[in-house]
Each structure stands twice: as C-alpha cells, then as structure tokens.
C-alpha cells in the first residue's frame, strides 16, 4: 500500500492506542509516532442499570468494545475537524470489527486502507513492512 505523506496511521488493539505521521514520502513511509492521545471507553451497552453477569459473561470484551469506541470517537473528531485527510488503520481483528461500527462517513471517505492485524507494541520498522506488504 502506497502511504501519502501526512497519512496518519493508527495502530489499536483493545487495549491499547498509538498515532503515528507519515513523514516520508508515499513510496518510502518513514512514520513518526504522534502524542498519545487520552481515550475515554463509550459505553455502548443499552442495558443502564443492568449488571447480570449472564447477559454479558465477558467482561473484558466489553471493555476492549468500549475502548474501541473511544478510538473511533476520537478519529471521528480529527477527521471532522481537519486535522485528518489520510487514515490508515492497523488493529487487531475484534478491535477492526468494533471500529468499523463507529466509523463517522467521512471517516470512510479519508480511509485509505486497514490491516487487521494485532501490531500494537511493535517496532515501527514491523509497522512499515505490514503497510508495505498491504
């Protein structure tokens, strides 16, 4: 996959949440990692109040859909405010999955691709050969 320059690359898994620039050139990507931003877990259970261990068994996954959520909200933010022309999203499978039920429709208009793929906690070098390879 060919990587503008200025294309931020977003790297998730369920827990975990890294921005990086591209800074090199769209044949050559030489990502830079960004700020780490705070992301705050949306709730996206209906069930207010309901706190039956058998309507939802894991825990954890709900957690990993609500972080998920956050990422989105906050990719949602930037590419309304202008802050993203070029997106590429790396994250691990269930992540992917929770994103894309969140991707605000100009988010999916600056998408340049995804890889789903756990690659959070990674060299930046692993990072750039599976954008390479995608």
Request: net charge negative; hydrophobic share 40%.
């Amino acid at each position: 996959m060919l990587l503008p320059q200025g294309t931020i690359v977003a790297v998730a898994d369920g827990e975990k949440f890294n921005l990086f620039r591209n800074s090199g050139d769209e044949a050559h990507p030489e990502l830079t990692a960004m700020s780490e931003p705070d992301i705050e877990s949306v709730n996206a259970g209906s069930g207010a109040g309901h706190q039956s261990s058998s309507a939802n068994p894991d825990v954890s996954q709900a957690a990993e859909g609500g972080f998920a959520g956050g990422i989105a909200e906050l990719l949602n933010k930037r590419v309304l405010d202008g802050e993203i022309a070029d997106l590429v999203i790396i994250a691990a499978p269930r992540t992917l999955g929770e994103l894309r039920k969140n991707y605000h429709k100009k988010l999916s208009e600056v998408l340049r691709g995804e890889i789903s793929k756990d690659l959070t906690g990674h060299a930046l070098h692993d990072i750039e050969k599976a954008i390479a390879a995608a």
